[in-house]
């Protein structure tokens, strides 16, 4: 199959090499060459799992399983499976790390496009498009434990060094896929977090101009500052040629902790509405492409012990209908056309996706206590639902000493200042230090096991052996 030339920007829709504006409607195939912890198990960040497997694991076995995870992960029948709900983009969020290693930042490893190769290739066979996502940046472009640094500060804008290595990675990537026309185009940083906003948009500046200098072609999709919410520092009188701005919209009406029951009731639709309009409301003044790279509930699952499934995932997926709704008149022009967006996420063990790992698996089978211990201690900070006992006992007093001595006027002086400081103690404690302890009680699950096993335990990620989230897949097609 060919795509009918490079899609391209013209005012604010994404159109085809004949002016056809084209809509992109998709998920993102996280957890594969960029893994979290909530998607596949394991505590912590993706440097830390892999470390501690290895230890368990030896090199041999280590390398044998993750080149089994990487091919099932996603096939060709994930591609036909995708294509079939009438979705046409994936976005591939990538670790860096599978171009760059930390001790030479200037070689690129070969090895990063043989893996992203094998996807944007599949997906074309099928017509669907791709995004290319460099989700992790050296020393973290966010405070969150998805970029992948281990820390709770994003010192990845602190050295010009290691943006320049970004940069030039992009160069090459860009120099990669110059000529495929079912690569949509590159989102050079997901949810970056510049706490001072400058150095974001000179990143900007030297990635756009480095990029177009092997690809004119490609669209560019920059994310918002502070995590893909903030664009309120990007200047007006500059606005990149052939750019998609985007989004993040999640609602808090998808997750656990949110105690208001959803009712699709005015107010709340209202506030679903407004937190969209504000997030574009940059966009709508330059008059350019929204692109709404991520959002998506979280669903209650048998295996994870949740109560009353069925009655809240129903309320969920109202929260998904009724953002759809937005989305679909959400043009920044006005003129009630549909936006392009990027469900979060497409595979994982039971959280958010359209497909997910059965319960009656080898990966439940073997990791089952193991998960139950990581619920109950509210490891995840993605759709965190853990003991009140350990909450009250443990974290509510630490929470509480620091709203006495910290003055009323400072609580939410740390950026970003939309986290206040109970959600940096719960990233420092337990997102950060607790789960680089606990890694490798996670990883000692694998010890002894045999490579028929570890072939078994990746399997568990191939297409045939997943379950479908059908009401999901069943909204999304019919969108």
């Known amino acids: 199959m060919t795509a009918q030339g490079f899609l391209k920007v013209k005012g604010t829709k994404i159109v085809d090499q004949n002016d056809k504006p084209v809509v992109l409607k998709g998920a993102a195939n996280g957890g594969h060459l960029n893994m979290e912890n909530f998607i596949t198990g394991y505590p912590g960040t993706e440097t830390e ?62 090895e990063g496009f043989r893996l992203l190769d094998r996807i944007v290739d599949s997906c074309a066979k099928y017509g669907i498009y791709t995004i290319l996502d460099l989700h992790t940046a050296p020393a973290g472009q966010n405070q969150g434990w998805h970029c992948d640094a281990g820390l709770h500060k994003a010192l990845f804008w602190n050295f010009n060094s290691l943006q320049d290595s970004i940069i030039d990675l992009w160069k090459v990537i860009a120099a990669h896929y110059k000529d495929n026309t079912w690569v949509a185009g590159y989102n050079p940083l997901n949810e970056p977090a510049d706490s001072k906003h400058h150095r974001l948009i000179s990143f900007y500046d030297k990635c756009e101009k480095a990029i177009r200098e092997v690809d004119p072609n490609h669209i560019l999709f920059l994310d918002g500052n502070t995590y893909s919410m903030d664009f309120s520092q990007f200047p007006l009188d500059r606005v990149y040629p052939n750019t998609v701005y985007a989004i993040h919209d999640y609602a808090i009406y998808g997750f656990p902790s949110c105690k208001e029951k959803y009712v699709g009731s005015d107010e709340q639709l209202g506030k679903l509405k407004s937190q969209y309009e504000n997030k574009i409301d940059y966009i709508k003044k330059i008059q350019v492409p929204v692109w709404n790279g991520e959002f998506g509930p979280v669903y209650s699952s048998e295996v994870r012990g949740d109560k009353n499934i069925e009655e809240t995932n129903l309320v969920r997926y109202k929260v998904l209908r009724d953002q759809l709704k937005i989305y679909a008149k959400g043009d920044p022009s006005g003129d009630e056309s549909p936006i392009s967006w990027s469900i979060w996420l497409y595979k994982d063990i039971g959280y958010q996706g359209l497909t997910y ?105 191939k297409f045939e052996n997943v379950e479908k989230r059908d009401v999901l897949n069943q909204y999304l097609a019919e969108y």
């Open 357 to 461: 790992v059965s319960p009656k698996s080898k990966w439940f089978q073997l990791l089952g206590p193991w998960l139950e211990k990581k619920k109950k201690l509210g490891l995840d900070g993605w759709g965190k639902d853990s003991d009140p006992e350990i909450e009250k006992n443990v974290y509510d007093p630490v929470k509480k000493h620091f709203k006495e001595v910290i003055p009323k006027e400072f609580q939410s002086i740390v950026y970003p200042t939309h986290r206040n400081f109970e959600n940096y103690i719960d990233r420092v404690l337990r997102e950060n230090l607790l789960s680089q302890y606990l890694t490798y009680e996670f990883a000692s699950y694998f010890k002894g096991l045999s490579f028929e096993d570890l072939d078994e335990l990746a399997a568990c990620f």
């Open 49 to 110: 799992h892999k470390e501690a497997l290895l230890k368990v694991l030896g090199q041999e076995k280590f390398d044998f399983f993750f080149e089994k995870f990487y091919e099932y992960f996603w096939t060709d029948k994930d591609s036909e499976f995708f294509a079939s709900l009438k979705l046409n983009c994936l976005r591939i969020p990538f670790n860096y790390h599978h171009f760059l290693d930390d001790n030479d930042l200037t070689k690129v490893k070969p």
